[in-house]
């Protein structure tokens, strides 16, 4: 058998599912919509939460609560992937439906705002980004 040569080789530093900022982030692809790793770590690892839009201001929420109650989704932290979001097309067209000036096919990502005291994060979809790979490097 022949050995190969990896002498000319260089390593290749890459974390996958290591958040890159610190800041709540939503995706919004054609057709599911992500949050990233640190909007769970802003809502204290919640057990439970409840995805909220306001059709007329164009935004979009999530608040994070740590009993199950009213109209919330179950959301364990056992959960093999940190990751989460939104995969049925009628939901997520939904969402995009609110910005009918978005091109299908561009993908977007909008900062989330956070306010403590209701334990909620706002996106305002109006404030989105053409996202083509990476993350935001901070609120500017």
Do not use: C
């Amino acid at each position: 058998m022949q050995k190969f040569d990896i002498s000319d080789f260089q390593w290749f530093d890459y974390s996958p599912g290591v958040a890159v900022n610190h800041f709540p982030e939503l995706t919004i692809n054609a057709d599911e919509i992500k949050f990233n790793v640190a909007t769970l770590k802003k809502l204290g690892s919640p057990t439970s939460i409840k995805l909220m839009f306001d059709p007329k201001n164009k935004r979009f929420a999530i608040q994070g609560f740590m009993k199950k109650s009213n109209k919330t989704i179950d959301f364990t932290p056992e959960r093999k992937s940190k990751a989460f979001g939104i995969f049925q097309k009628d939901k997520v067209k939904f969402i995009r439906d609110m910005m009918p000036e978005w091109d299908n096919a561009t993908r977007f990502k909008v900062l989330g705002e956070y306010y403590e005291e209701e334990n909620l994060i706002v996106y305002d979809l109006k404030t989105a980004k053409i996202f083509e790979g990476g993350s935001f490097q901070g609120r500017g």
